[in-house]
């Protein structure tokens, strides 16, 4: 479980202003908050929070000065252009206690070629000790035939990991490849061309249509 040390600064500025202030000094506006706790408002340093949240379920632990918080990241705000962050939401943890998160799947293993692997869900659920979340989880595909699945039960929980995701919901299918015929309009011959045209022409000597009179 990775677990990051970072210094954090209490807001006194609240709004949108105040907020397009913090990001333009290199900061992020966000909010801790749970355990019954009142919210606090703080920023904090952009690069770093930045690097710290690239890991998944990852333990901060925010300096404030006269305390320390214990928080993982509930909500991660991104500017929808540019992808920077904009706003995070921080819940209070205590250590030794349990938690409900969602952790990823890493596949491994050799599985039918002829297959399409599809990542039907990209994590599962499980409740684990805060201070041992797993970084990811292992679901071994070796041999997987087209058309078959992978279900949660089959994933790799850890000692103490708990899974709270429907054991029966698949994480990985392999579809069956389907193989497309291409169809070749085919042209008519010159015999078919000659019989055609020849069925389109009045015939020798027939008498040829009489004009309506005026």
């Known amino acids: 479980m990775a677990e990051v040390s970072i210094k954090g600064a209490l807001r006194s500025e609240f709004g949108k202003g105040a907020s397009r202030r913090i990001r333009r000094d290199g900061s992020v506006p966000a909010v801790i908050y749970g355990h019954g706790e009142k919210p606090i408002h703080i920023s904090l340093p952009a690069r770093e929070v930045g690097v710290a949240i690239k890991t998944s379920n990852v333990l901060l632990n925010v300096d404030l000065g006269e305390k320390q918080e214990l928080v993982l990241p509930k909500s991660i705000v991104r500017n929808p ?76 929980l850890p000692v103490g990991v708990i899974l709270k995701s429907d054991p029966k919901m698949t994480v990985i299918h392999l579809s069956v490849r389907v193989a497309f015929e291409e169809v070749v309009p085919v042209a008519a011959t010159p015999a078919e061309g000659e019989a055609a045209a020849a069925a389109a022409a009045p015939a020798e000597g027939a008498p040829a249509e009489e004009s309506k009179e005026k």
């Not at 039918?112 to 000790?129: A, F, R, S």
């Open 81 to 156: 252009l540019k992808g920077t962050l904009e706003h995070i939401d921080l819940i209070i943890v205590r250590r030794g206690e349990r938690v409900v998160v969602h952790v990823p799947v890493h596949t491994h293993g050799k599985y039918d070629p002829e297959g399409i692997l599809e990542h039907v869900h990209n994590t599962i659920e499980v409740e684990v000790d805060v201070t041992a979340i797993p970084a990811s989880l292992d679901l071994d595909i070796e041999g997987l035939m087209a058309g078959d699945s992978k279900t949660a039960s089959e994933v790799t």
